[in-house]
């Protein structure tokens, strides 16, 4: 069902409730969000799984860093170091089962799910790799967004 969700309320709910996780790895996320409140019609469910899985994968591949950054604009973006990864294996990252071999338990499905997630409510969610560093940045239609300052 979607409804008017306040983006950035879930996105620190998510960080929030992975923090031991990312604490226990040595990570102290950088959370750059916009002063306004960004309200988009969403899922609210979808979006905080979304967000979660995002954060565990940074748990698995991150070299000890993750930056966080909503904008005014609605895109929310994911950064870390994987020296681990090439870009061959971030070009698979979202799909079924695909799993990196440093990955210990991992079933392969957090990220694809979390990409046919944001489709179903309009979105996008795209991978980069440059210079060592991840980035997954999840966009929603344009049309979906209400800005409140």
Request: glycine share 8%.
């Amino acid at each position: 069902m979607l409804e008017a969700v306040n983006v950035n309320g879930v996105l620190e709910e998510a960080v929030a409730a992975q923090y031991a996780e990312l604490c226990k790895r040595g990570i102290q996320p950088d959370i750059r969000m916009t002063d306004r409140i960004v309200m988009l019609r969403l899922n609210r469910e979808a979006l905080t799984r979304i967000f979660g899985n995002l954060i565990t994968n940074a748990v698995r591949y991150s070299d000890g860093d993750l930056l966080i950054e909503l904008s005014c604009n609605g895109t929310i973006s994911f950064a870390n170091t994987a020296s681990k990864l090439d870009e061959v294996q971030v070009g698979k990252l979202f799909d079924r089962f695909y799993t990196v071999e440093a990955a210990n338990h991992s079933t392969g499905l957090g990220l694809s799910i979390a990409k046919a997630l944001a489709e179903q409510m309009g979105g996008r969610i795209r991978a980069s790799y440059t210079e060592g560093k991840l980035m997954i940045t999840v966009t929603f239609e344009r049309l979906n967004l209400r800005e409140n300052t």
